[in-house]
């Protein structure tokens, strides 16, 4: 029984949304999240990526 994390109402399992409030199921909801996540991540390692060829690339040791 999906439970509304709104209202605290308990839905019909095959429900998108909450019968009461009209609000998205937790099941249907996290589905989302969990891909913005994940390009999330994809982000991060390539701006790690992008800091290491920029260490390799620029001059050090110019200033002083
Ligand atoms: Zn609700």
């Given at each position: 029984m999906p439970k509304c994390l709104?209202?605290?109402?308990d839905n019909p399992p095959n429900d998108a949304?909450c019968?009461?409030?009209?609000?998205?199921l937790p099941e249907h909801a996290?589905?989302?999240?969990?891909?913005?996540?994940?390009?999330?991540?994809?982000?991060?390692?390539?701006?790690?990526?992008?800091?290491?060829?920029?260490?390799?690339?620029?001059?050090?040791?110019?200033?002083?």
């Open positions: 709104y209202c605290q109402q949304e019968g009461t409030c009209g609000m998205p996290h589905r989302a999240p969990q891909r913005r996540q994940r390009r999330f991540m994809w982000f991060c390692i390539g701006l790690t990526v992008f800091c290491f060829a920029m260490m390799l690339w620029l001059p050090r040791g110019t200033i002083g």
